[in-house]
């Protein structure tokens, strides 16, 4: 049975002969991947013309309700796609941090959207000033770039892979070809399939090529994004193709690395961490076979405790049952196929030339499994007396569950050989000293995408070394390829982009649709807290009634208040400070001017829960008198969490106190919750 690529808003089977796909534990036939015939250029020009515009129409909120509903729907089918997986050689596990990771980070991404402005484009930092006058600003924008994400995955998370990477185009806006690794590209096609089925996605939106994608690179423009993940060497070679360079077109690689794990000199045999640093090793040995381009290939240990470790780590992996995973009692399933097993051990053959085996063999039958069909693997670990001339360990990766045992004197010691693999996507340290942690995360931080401090104190919640967040950077320097994946916000900004902002405030509070301090006001007849939410316009302002400062005032609130600062009551220490005589509590300004702005009436505002960038600019005294500009600064759109629930959405207020001098006395940003007309 031949897979079939979606291209074009088809499902398109290939003319070619392609490559056959096996079952990873079986040997069995599964499908053929072939791409022969498929017309890469006009798949692109498709995506831009067809995906692109009818993503861009739509707004962060409503994008990231889409991925929201996507992740729903494939949830439902998650059962299927299990029983696709095993054949790749996954256990449960190792399917379940496949396909339900992905779906997952569907919903991580979806939920950026209340981040995102409910707009087309995104408003980004803040506001900077040109001009001494104030009529001339500057503010960065940044848009969904008009072009493609070509996604190249790799074979050891067919489902993750693709949607992890989807999930920040799509938000931003951008549509997808997903490439994924031809040796477990049916199970990346089985869920396109189901996306496609759900009709939740605009067509254009993704397509897909199961087999090669020779000649794609021929085509991008600078508007175009590539990802990568897989081996350094391969990403190079797709990193310096011409057209890349000519265009400058972005390109993120995440390639994989030596990562390393640490024992602290403090964790030994008895500590709670020292059993940790065990159970966490030997997971990230087995877990997908050790075929994560985060698992654990060097084992820095205290000099002292190599002998403790080689015993327990021995003692830990001798209970890994290793099989078809669809076997009850297997806990590693084979490597993804016997080529890739054919790989594995010419890299450990090459290890062993600094290194000895010290659990394993290099020569593996394995009881009850046919070694000849199966790719099947046990776990070897190695020992590196001498890391510092003994350098093989440093730079060859065994992308299986291989990994070696390296002593070090002290932490500077251990610091210099994890940098030694010259860029990880990730490193971890096991310590319960937290100056020890300290010194090592300073220290290797350079070196490593993202560093993980294991204790007791964090285990029971830890996701563990290997395992990328969505809202964290996925990524490392140098071997690892110098890329980032995910990241929250970060992720996202990765598709779009900035462009510098300039003319007057008033301009660009229209252009931006978020006032701009020194902006046009419009002038509101009714209260602004009498109006629902669509009837708030941006820039809409009002001039309270005004108020006078008082001694009284000053004394009631530090009674009130317990601040008894010495600037509010005591006039006799104000010399020599910036007073010259009893000031009120900034606190209190903004609460009366709450009092001055503030309908008491009910209405459409629910509530108020909180403040931002809220400053105290000029002293006030007693006999001064305040007033309030009350500005319509932001609207940000909300979901209604139930169909009970009241529709409403997030209004910004810009809050202007000034006093008798017409001078800002201070400034703050309300957020108020606010009920919508429409309550569908």
């Known amino acids: 049975m031949k897979l079939k690529n979606y291209s074009q808003g088809k499902w398109i089977e290939g003319s070619g002969k392609g490559e056959e796909l096996f079952d990873a534990s079986t040997g069995e036939l599964i499908a053929i991947a072939d791409s ?33 509903a996507l992740a729903l729907y494939l949830k439902e089918k998650k059962d299927y796609f299990y029983k696709v ?15 339900e990771g992905g779906i997952g980070n569907l919903f991580s991404n979806a939920s950026l959207r209340r981040q995102f402005p409910n707009q087309r484009f995104h408003v980004e930092g803040e506001t900077i000033g040109l001009s001494k006058g104030g009529t001339f600003i500057g503010h960065h924008i940044m848009v969904p770039k008009e072009g493609v994400a070509i996604h190249i995955n790799a074979f050891n ?118 059993d940790i640093f065990i159970k ?28 403790d470790v080689q015993i327990a780590l021995g003692k830990a992996l001798s209970k890994t049952t290793v099989g078809d995973p669809r076997n009850e009692g297997v806990r590693m399933g084979p ?5 890739q097993r054919s790989e594995v051990k010419e890299n450990m053959e090459k290890l062993l030339q600094d290194s000895e085996i010290v659990f394993g063999s290099a020569i593996q039958n394995i009881d009850g499994l046919n070694m000849d069909k199966g790719a099947f693997m046990s776990p070897v670990l190695l020992l590196n007396d001498n890391p510092f001339e003994k350098l093989s360990t440093h730079s060859i990766e065994v992308f299986g569950p291989v990994s070696t045992l390296i002593p070090y004197k002290n932490l500077d010691e251990a610091i210099e050989l994890a940098k030694m693999g010259k860029g990880s996507l990730c490193s971890s340290i ?37 395992s990328p967040m969505p809202m964290l950077v996925h990524g490392g320097p140098g ?21 510098a902002i300039q003319g007057s405030p008033t301009t660009l509070t229209h252009i931006l649709g978020n006032y701009q301090s020194g902006g046009m006001h419009k002038m509101s007849e009714k209260h602004l807290f009498r109006k629902h939410f669509e009837e708030l316009e941006v820039g809409e302002t009002i001039y309270t009634h005004k108020r006078s400062i008082t001694e009284t005032d000053i004394v009631n609130f530090a009674n009130v208040s317990w601040d008894h600062f010495y600037a509010h009551t005591d006039t006799t220490s104000l010399e020599g400070t910036l007073f010259t005589e009893r000031v009120a509590h900034g606190y209190f300004i903004l609460s009366a001017a709450a009092g001055l702005f503030v309908d008491p009436g009910k209405g459409p505002v629910l509530l108020n829960y909180g403040l931002e960038n809220c400053r ?44 008798e001098t017409e001078e800002t006395i201070a400034v703050a940003t309300i957020l108020t919750m606010v009920k919508k007309l429409d309550q569908n």
């Open 335 to 339: 490597l993804a196929g016997l080529k």
């Open 157 to 274: 998370f067919p489902v993750w892979g693709m949607l992890e990477k989807i999930a920040v185009n799509l938000l931003a806006g951008v549509p997808a070809i997903v490439k994924p690794a031809s040796l477990t590209s049916y199970l990346t096609e089985a869920v396109v399939r189901e996306m496609i089925a759900s009709g939740i996605l605009p067509e254009g939106s993704i397509q897909l090529i199961c087999g090669s994608a020779r000649g794609i690179l021929d085509h991008v423009t600078f508007q175009d994004v590539v990802t990568f993940t897989g081996s350094a060497s391969t990403g190079l070679l797709l990193k310096s193709h011409p057209r890349i360079l000519s265009e400058s077109v972005p390109f993120n690689m995440e390639a994989d690395s030596l990562n390393c794990t640490v024992l602290g000199e403090d964790a030994v045999p008895g500590t709670e961490e020292f």
């Open 85 to 99: 997986s095993y054949k790749t050689g996954a256990t449960q596990t190792d399917s379940w941090v496949d396909i």
């Open 36 to 68: 022969e015939g498929l017309d890469f250029k006009a798949m692109m020009e498709y995506a831009r013309s067809v995906g692109g515009p009818a993503l861009r129409k739509m707004t962060f909120f409503e994008r990231g309700n889409m991925l929201k």
């Open 479 to 499: 071997r690892a390829g110098g890329g980032e994946e995910m990241g929250g916000m970060r992720g996202v900004l990765h598709y779009l982009q900035r462009t």
């Open 430 to 466: 096991t310590t319960a000293n937290n100056d020890i942690a300290r010194d090592y995360v300073i220290g290797a931080a350079s070196h490593h995408g993202r560093i993980l401090v294991f204790n007791k104190d964090c285990i029971n919640e830890s996701t563990g070394h290997g």
């Open 280 to 307: 966490e090793v030997r997971k990230e040995m087995t877990l997908k076979a050790g075929q994560r381009c985060t698992a654990v290939r060097r084992i820095l240990v205290p000099e002292m405790l190599v002998e």
């Open 616 to 659: 105290f600019t000029k002293p006030v005294y007693a006999g001064s008198t305040i007033g309030v500009k009350l500005t319509v600064k932001e609207k940000l759109d909300q979901d209604k969490r139930d169909p009970e629930d009241v529709a409403k959405g997030i209004v910004k207020f810009y809050v202007e106190v000034y006093d």
